[in-house]
T-cell receptor, first 109, second 115 residues
């Protein structure tokens, strides 16, 4: 079964602290993984995808197939990073995405 | 340019009523998706259109849910005989025709509350 798990509902850190949002997946093939973000009163939007191996707004995520994880990391959190973050997987059916339940990141001043 | 729009933004229905939710995708976008997002959960896939063809409806939870996109642009998600468990935010997303493109552009959602 294809499934995405985000174990933390809420993560609170202070500004300038490192942050790691956890994502684990269940998939038997080679998955495509994504992080989506939803800022307050804004739409869900793509943050980054593992294939591009890019850093967006200081965030990076590495696919670890051994641990079936795709954790999102940022070395120094900013207040404007406060948002809901969703990990998503695109599996066998290229048009079907599976989302985790989301982690709310709260960056305190 | 204009993004994906959805209407109404909020809908309150009495149990047993039928509702229709509208999605206007970004002009020229071939692919259109519907998702259901229950409170405290992530979006769950409902159905997918490529132009006017509904290629995947495996996520529709029951035969009370029906989606259409007759002219390959605007889409309507219809829920018949609404139940309390249908209360959720319904998200629409669209995507270009570019080969290999994966990014979906989401609308603001319609929050449905069934009393």
């Amino acid at each position: 079964a294809q499934r995405v798990t985000q174990p933390e509902k809420l993560l609170s850190v202070f500004k300038g602290a490192p942050v790691e949002l956890k994502c684990n997946y269940s998939y038997s093939g080679s998955p495509e993984l994504f992080w989506y973000v939803q800022y307050s009163r804004q739409r869900l939007q793509l943050l980054l995808r593992h294939i591009s191996r890019e850093s967006i707004k200081g965030f990076t995520a590495d696919l670890n197939k051994g641990e079936t994880s795709f954790h999102l990391k940022k070395p120094f959190a900013q207040e404007e990073d406060s948002a809901m973050y969703y990990c998503a997987l695109r599996g066998y059916n290229f048009n079907k995405f599976y989302f985790g339940s989301g982690t709310k990141l709260n960056v305190k001043p | 340019g204009a993004g994906v729009s959805q209407s109404p933004r909020y809908k309150v229905a009495k149990r047993g009523q039928d509702v229709a939710l509208r999605c206007d995708p970004i002009s020229g976008h071939v692919s259109l998706f519907w998702y259901q997002q229950a409170l405290g959960q992530g979006p769950e896939f409902l159905t997918y259109f490529q132009n006017e063809a509904q290629l995947d409806k495996s996520g529709l939870p029951s035969d009370r849910f029906f989606a259409e996109r007759p002219e390959g642009s605007v889409s309507t998600l219809k829920i018949q005989r609404t139940q309390q468990e249908d209360s959720a935010v319904y998200l629409c997303a669209s995507r270009t025709r570019l080969a290999g493109e994966v990014e979906q552009f989401f609308g603001p959602g319609t929050r449905l509350t069934v009393l």
